[in-house]
Every structure is written in structure tokens, then in C-alpha cells.
């Protein structure tokens, strides 16, 4: 662990935006899988988004329509705009690192992924 660091988070009112930033210090290199999930404190993980090496993406369908994954590979960072946030999406969003997902990257792939960042949280207020 420890490659892999979240920032952006804050608090918002209902139906603001953030832009979520995981710096992967030399891991977007090669095939991989990247992604965001959130956990909020005694709950299962649960995924947001998704995106592999070569571009592809996929998305949860809990915040599907409100989010957008992306990755600047020169810059070694993932991102993750969301839009219309709702209290409920308040939570601690983690990015998540493996290669072994590389053609698996969805579903619940972060639970076995190899690194995880220490998160970034995120509230929303009514």
C-alpha cells in the first residue's frame, strides 16, 4: 500500500459537485485496473466506477448518470467527477489499483485489488 492517494473530497449541499483525485504514482503503467469504490463505517464496500488501461469503463448503478471516471496517464492520476450528489452518496471513497483485473475490471474486483488508497471523504448536506 501506500501508492495510491486520494484528495478532493468536502462537504457539499445537495446536488453539488466534486472532482475526486487519486495520484498512482508509477502504477498506470501497463495493462491495469483502476477504480473507486466507498465504504461508509461497519458497511460492505460498494463500487462506483471503474476503468482499465485501455479506456474502457464501467459503472455501478448507484451513482450511474452522476459520475464520470477518468485517467490521465501522464500525470499518473485517476479522477472521478460527481455530479448531483445526494446525502446519501455521503461516504469515504477509496481508488483501488490491481493489474491481475486488467479484463475483469468490475464488479467487485477492489475487494481482492492489490492496492488501495486511504481515502477521501465526501458529505453531503440537505
Known amino acids: 500500500q501506500g501508492q495510491l492517494a486520494e484528495s478532493g473530497g468536502g462537504s457539499v449541499q445537495s446536488g453539488g459537485s466534486l472532482r475526486l483525485s487519486c495520484a498512482a504514482s508509477?502504477?498506470?503503467?501497463?495493462?491495469?485496473?483502476m477504480g473507486w469504490f466507498r465504504q461508509a463505517p461497519g458497511k460492505e464496500p460498494e463500487g462506483v466506477a471503474n476503468i482499465n488501461s485501455d479506456g474502457k469503463v464501467n459503472y455501478a448503478t448507484s451513482m450511474r448518470h452522476r459520475v464520470t471516471i477518468s485517467q490521465d496517464k501522464t500525470k499518473n492520476t485517476l479522477y472521478l467527477q460527481m455530479d448531483n450528489l445526494k446525502p446519501e452518496d455521503t461516504n469515504m471513497y477509496y481508488c483501488?489499483?490491481?493489474?491481475?483485473?486488467?479484463?475483469?475490471?468490475?464488479?467487485?474486483?477492489?475487494?481482492?485489488?492489490?492496492?488501495w488508497g486511504q481515502g477521501t471523504q465526501v458529505t453531503v448536506s440537505s
Open positions: 483501488a489499483h490491481d493489474r491481475t483485473y486488467y479484463e475483469y475490471c468490475s464488479g467487485t474486483w477492489f475487494k481482492g485489488a492489490k492496492h
Open positions: 508509477t502504477l498506470m503503467s501497463g495493462r491495469y485496473c
